[in-house]
């Protein structure tokens, strides 16, 4: 047994940390009826980056934001950090969206990762940039290298091999983090690695000198659909022209997102500092680490030179509730990251793991978000960004942007600005489907790093939702 904090006990350590080092400007909750020209629901980066555009584009807009939490208390201030491009999945973006358009998109989060350094430079938001890179490892033969099925093979196709991405023998992985179980990487250069409740928290600091005007601890009770839209709340009420909908995995206890995507559960933990022993690994960048296995552990160092690792691990939660108890307080789950860390790195055997916790994943059937305007017209979403939301959240934040002033433009053209392509089962099915394959990948991934075969029910069952995605991809990829 692995002595951990108990998850959901207290807040993640991105969280913690970043309220410490700045607790920003107390914002009550919405206790009145006030008028708005755009109220966006969701204090999270999706909502927050919406309203970034918002007052770039039009200034002097009347911008109200309502989060249920604390900006930065749900996913935005959960993840694991990881800043990413998604060319590690190439070759299924582009077959969903065609070549034109899906390498366009690709190129469009590509840029987006130094976009984001350089607003938050510009903007005095010190969110811990980093633009190390990601080492993608195999820690066992049979693992496929991380990225395998699109980041080598579509940037040679498509012209952008020269960037620095590249294939690393065992021994020049290792000399990037002295891991034992290296037996091959791939360095992939176009990521970087944030701290992101400080980014969250720089945002709501921003957005409140631009004159934006946010609830916290202000839940939706109810969304009425007219023009102008009215979101009520416990003790108040939202009129706006436009309502801006980006509250993430809450979204599935909507009637019109329930079948969106299902909700998985993501377990992270963090380390004491240990800055000598990281020098001992010769882990001395800041360079974040994914392997092959199938539900993957993604792991990076921290400026107080922590280890955060997340991964190994997870589970389906029934409804789609992101603050039940199956997305924040499970043992078994918290305990997978801690044992992969010390599984990947024996010589870290005896540190102490001072913080755990648990975040929800709207996760899509294709793996990427959606955009979607309800009726009467007014009504905009953006959600299931799928555990790769701190650059699709940048990107989305100028589509919903655009949207709502109505314009055609780079943004509102991107080929990831439609609708649903599939929908999730409903319940009561999704659950025990989804549970059943989040266990067959840890059963199967653990059988193999033991030398054992994975086991064909394993495979079958573990392998189902990914077969679903290119059955789904090739039925909606449009013609060549």
């Known amino acids: 047994m692995i002595d951990l904090p108990r998850p959901g006990a207290a807040r993640s350590f991105w969280l913690q940390e970043a309220l410490t080092d700045e607790p920003g400007e107390p914002t009550p909750p919405l ?17 927050l980056w919406t309203a970034v555009r918002l007052t770039e584009r039009a200034p002097g807009m009347r911008i109200v934001i309502v989060e249920q939490d604390v900006v930065g208390g749900g996913a935005s201030g959960r993840n694991g950090g990881f800043a990413s491009s998604s ?16 390498v366009r998109y690709l190129r469009v989060q590509n840029d987006a990762v130094d976009q984001l350094g350089e607003f938050a430079k510009a903007n005095r938001i010190d969110c811990w940039f980093h ?41 020049e992985a290792r000399a990037y983090a002295d891991s034992p179980r290296f037996v091959q990487g791939s360095f992939n250069p176009d990521n970087a690695v944030i701290q992101p409740a400080r980014l969250a928290r720089g945002l709501r600091r921003v957005l409140l000198e631009r004159g934006v005007h946010i609830f916290e601890r202000t839940a939706m009770r109810d969304l009425e659909r007219s023009r102008p839209a009215v979101v009520r709340t416990d003790r108040g009420a939202v009129r706006a022209d436009r309502v801006v909908l980006t509250t993430g995995a809450w979204a599935a206890e909507m009637s019109p997102f329930r079948r969106s995507f299902g909700v998985i559960a993501d377990y992270v933990v963090a380390t004491e500092p240990i800055p000598d022993l990281l020098k001992e690994i010769n882990w001395t960048t800041q360079m974040g680490i994914a392997d092959g296995r199938d539900w993957l552990y993604y792991l990076r160092p921290t400026d107080d030179h922590r280890i955060v690792i997340g991964g190994g691990a997870g589970s389906a939660v029934y409804g789609g509730r992101g603050d039940s108890k199956a997305a924040n307080a499970r043992m078994h789950f918290a305990e997978a990251p801690a044992r992969g860390l010390l599984w990947m790195f024996p010589q870290l055997e005896g540190i102490r793991f001072t913080h755990a916790w648990g975040g929800p994943i709207d996760q899509t059937p294709t793996f990427v978000p959606f955009y979607r305007t ?38 509102t053209t991107l080929a990831v600005n439609r609708p649903e392509s599939s929908f999730a089962p409903p319940e009561p099915f999704r659950y025990p489907l ?11 991934d653990m059988r193999e790093d033991a030398g054992r075969p994975r086991g064909s029910l394993y495979r079958m069952v573990g392998e189902a939702p990914s077969r679903y995605r290119d059955r789904v991809v090739r039925r909606g990829a449009p013609a060549q």
């Not at 990601?134 to 040679?156: K, P, Y």
């Not at 309800?374 to 100028?398: D, E, K, M, W």
């Not at 989804?434 to 199967?444: D, I, P, T």
Request: aromatic share 10%; with cysteine.
């Open 31 to 47: 206790e009145a009826n006030v008028v708005a020209d755009v109220c966006i629901v969701g204090g999270g980066f999706a909502g």
């Open 374 to 411: 309800l009726a009467p017209g007014n009504i905009h979403a953006g959600l299931g960004y799928s555990g790769h939301g701190v650059i699709q959240t940048f990107v989305g934040g100028h589509i919903l942007a655009s949207t709502v002033l109505d314009r055609t433009d780079e943004w």
């Open 434 to 444: 989804v549970r059943a394959a989040a266990f067959a990948l840890e059963r199967g």
């Open 131 to 171: 633009k190390d890179g990601v080492l993608g490892v195999r820690t066992g033969a049979w693992q496929e290298m991380f990225g395998a099925g699109g980041r080598g093979s579509a940037r040679e196709r498509y012209g952008e091999s020269g960037d620095g991405y590249k294939i690393l023998t065992a021994e």
């Open 87 to 102: 060319w590690f999945d190439a070759d299924a973006i582009i077959a969903l969206f065609g070549e034109e358009e899906g």
